[in-house]
């Protein structure tokens, strides 16, 4: 996900939990043998309404008897397990068990076959209700500017006093890694907030405009159904700051991160140098500038010189931050979130609603100016965000204001760009393709008719591609062999909210069920044994990638609270020296260590965490539903 990380020394490793060990794994010789039977399934629990699959690793070629036993040992259900063979992704050998439907709630129940026997679990109907909070607090946690108080955190241990604040930025000037010299601007923005990106100080706008978005998207949903207190998610459902607003504590924390992009806009009329337009900088070589009109356009970051030594607080690390060349990837981030934004405070906070809109306007307008200013990947001290493909967020700029505004301009744009169409499988910050048939799908208020049975389609039959690559996937997860990237654990979440927006279009459980197959991924379902959320699991991340949460090395430092996803396996970008020290070595699954130093595999970000939010209060909310239609019956 990030470029032209260095190498951070730490004295000391984290102790890697990684399938029954406390050293390094040898994570290539993870195949199963004959007589070796382990089960694999999420160390959170189940809900009582989904799907319920249990992994069986072993060799044996033939069905294998398995058994359900409650917290008293009394048998709850029995059955026969489902060989798959090999998996090329884990490189063992695995069964698919499916656990009865109908199990009763309780905890303390345990799968047994072939002389393996599984950690307890549970069966309950509030299962995400709490993950829910945990992973949409992450934000509060990583909030820049203010002071993080003990009552909005999990404990004392992570509270911490306000850090870059006030803060103003200039562009920046200098030379760069390639020997390009930038001359800065004539002016500087007060950017004061936002949220610290992942394990350093950034702030990425590409990455923040995905972030707000998708917290934004899950509260449209809700709110487009008038099912935001049937959710929970009416005001008080969690305390931060601003609990007792009268406002959704999720709409909320969307707002500090929409504000803080809004700061990062190019003031209208200011001359800024950028790459020259169409031109992508390579990686060792001097960059050709240009100066342009840059007003309306977005920095690309704002970050400092040089990365922050790991651990380190905010408030010890060199205060100096400046603001990077405007991108038109940064600049469309905000047209579409901006755009987002104004639909959903329009009502409740008309000024907000209003400075969101303008904005929105005028970054469309910028980009439409300067159609092919790319990112420039020379800077140290921060992550990349390269994007070379800018129609799909020109596509998603346009149909958000579309949407906002009814304006036929927007939506011929939409129409002209061969972006929107074509059925993709996934998103993510870079890719945005499917962001637009997303908020077609949960937009009650049709404005056309043709467009919106168009954005839905292509919902459902991304979703139907989803599962197919679900179910080739032994461990029946979406995710294929060959996609293990930065960050993978985001890709198998985001493709769980495609699924549970094809849920809420065609009512079929079987895309439920898949996403819950997502959710059960990262918390424990998978060759490791290893639930990637912390808090959550008898084997839980504990040494993320992070600055502040570095209590694996120094106890000086707090481990993560509750609810932080790290990226995941990651066996194409192992950038770090914990990743090459399993280069080649490790089946695509298994490339993972739960060490501070990997921030190529276990660094946490805020486009990681959103989907894991979203799609805990997606959960939630269905089993609430699914709860009360049965209570009705009865």
Not at 23 to 44: F, I, M, N, S, V
Not at 371 to 390: C, H, K, T, V, W
Not at 528 to 544: E, T
Request: aromatic fraction near 10%; glycine fraction near 10%.
């Amino acid at each position: 996900m990030r470029a032209n990380r260095l190498f951070l020394s730490v004295a000391t490793s984290a102790v890697l939990l990684v399938s029954g060990c406390t050293t390094k794994p040898a994570a290539g010789k993870l195949t199963a043998q004959a007589d070796t039977c382990e089960l694999r399934l999420t160390q959170h629990g189940f809900l009582p309404s989904a799907s319920k699959t249990v992994i069986l690793r072993t060799a044996q070629a033939e069905p294998v008897a398995y058994e359900v036993r409650d917290a008293a040992g009394a048998v709850a259900a029995s059955g026969m397990s489902v060989p798959g063979g090999s998996n090329a992704a884990s490189a063992d050998s695995v069964h698919t068990i499916t656990l009865a439907q109908d199990l009763p709630e309780g905890e303390g129940y345990t799968v047994s076959a072939c002389g393996g026997v599984s950690h307890p679990f549970a069966v309950r109907a509030d299962l995400y209700a709490g993950l829910s909070e945990d992973a949409l607090r992450y934000f509060y946690h990583n909030r820049i500017g203010t002071e993080i108080k003990a009552e909005y955190v999990q404990g004392p241990q992570w509270t911490r006093r306000a850090s870059l604040a006030p803060l103003s930025a200039t562009c920046f000037f200098g030379e760069d890694m390639f020997g390009t010299t930038w001359p800065g601007c004539g002016y500087e923005l007060e950017v004061t907030g936002s949220w610290f990106d992942a394990g350093d100080f950034g702030v990425y706008p590409v990455n923040l405009g995905v972030s707000v978005w998708t917290l934004q998207h899950a509260y449209e949903r809700m709110a487009q159904w008038d099912a935001v207190a049937e959710a929970g998610w009416a005001d008080g459902r969690m305390q931060l700051p601003e609990t007792g607003n009268g406002v959704s504590e999720l709409l909320d924390e969307a707002r500090w991160g929409m504000e803080s992009l809004l700061k990062l806009q190019v003031p209208e009329g200011a001359m800024v140098w950028a790459p020259k337009a169409g031109t992508q900088t390579e990686h060792g070589k001097a960059a050709e500038l240009e100066e342009i009109d840059a007003g309306g356009m977005v920095h690309h970051k704002l970050a400092g010189r040089k990365w922050p030594p790991l651990p380190i607080w905010p408030w010890n690390a060199d205060q100096e931050r400046l603001l990077y060349p405007p991108s038109t990837s940064a600049t469309l981030g905000l047209a579409a979130t901006g755009a987002q934004c104004a639909r959903l405070w329009a009502g409740v906070d008309d000024v907000f609603a209003g400075k969101c809109f303008a904005a929105a306007l005028r970054a469309y307008e910028a980009a439409k100016a300067h159609p092919e200013i790319y990112a420039s990947n020379s800077f140290d001290g921060s992550g990349g965000y390269g994007d070379g493909r800018l129609g799909d967020e020109f596509a998603w700029a346009a149909l958000e204001l579309y949407e906002t505004t009814g304006d036929p301009a927007y939506l011929a744009d939409l129409r002209a760009n061969p972006a929107f169409g074509p059925v993709k499988d996934a998103f993510g910050w870079a890719d945005v393709d499917l962001m637009p048939a997303l908020t077609l799908s949960v937009r009650k208020d049709v404005r056309d008719r043709k467009l919106s049975a168009d954005g839905k389609a292509i919902v459902v039959n991304a979703a139907e591609k989803i599962l197919t690559i679900r179910d080739g996937e032994g461990y029946r997860f979406p995710l294929g062999v060959s996609e293990y990237y930065w960050g993978s654990n985001s890709l198998v979440l985001n493709r769980g909210l495609v699924l549970a927006a094809a849920f809420d279009l065609t009512g079929e459980a079987r895309f439920r069920d898949g996403a819950v197959d997502a959710m059960d991924y990262v918390l424990g379902r998978n060759v490791l044994d290893q639930s990637y959320v912390s808090g959550y699991g008898i084997r839980a991340m504990r040494a993320p990638h992070h600055r502040m949460w570095a209590g694996a090395v120094d106890p000086e430092f707090p481990l993560p609270p509750p609810g932080a996803l790290a990226g995941g396996a990651n066996n194409t970008a192992m950038a770090d020296p914990v990743a090459q020290q399993l280069k080649g070595k490790c089946a695509p699954m298994a490339c993972w260590a739960d060490d501070v130093e990997s921030f190529a595999m276990n660094e946490v970000a805020i486009n990681w965490n959103a989907p894991l939010a979203a799609l805990a209060i997606y959960l939630d909310h269905t089993e609430r539903r699914t709860t009360a239609a049965a209570s009705l019956k009865e």
